[in-house]
């Protein structure tokens, strides 16, 4: 599994879906385009800057019309996605062993 530290550079709601935000991840040598069903608890405005933890190697998969080359890790909490982060500031594209 290649797991890397990214960086929301843009968030938006998916039009259409309650539940979808497209991301624009910067991973070091790349951006990559990622789909989240976190909108119901994520406001878009509110995830620049943040850093993720993204499973990058992962076939593209299309949903509702956008390619989401990735994966965000998050945990469950009482029926809630939490976004898994770094403790401190991590450079984008940095490898998680």
């Known amino acids: 599994m ?9 968030a938006e709601r998916v039009e259409g879906a309650d539940k979808l935000l497209k ?11 990622l789909v989240a069903g ?7 405005e509110n995830l620049i800057g943040r850093e993720l933890i993204v499973v990058a ?3 593209p998969k ?4 956008i ?3 990735g994966m ?3 945990a469950s909490v009482e029926g809630r996605p939490v976004i898994l982060e770094p403790d401190e500031e991590v450079p984008p594209g940095t490898k998680i062993f």
């Open 2 to 10: 290649d797991l890397r530290v990214g960086k929301i550079i843009e």
């Open 23 to 33: 991301l624009k991840v910067d991973l070091g040598e790349e951006e990559r385009q």
């Open 38 to 44: 976190i909108a119901k608890f994520y406001q878009p």
């Open 57 to 59: 190697n992962l076939e």
């Open 62 to 65: 299309t949903l509702m019309g």
């Open 67 to 69: 390619e989401s080359q």
């Open 72 to 74: 965000l890790l998050a």
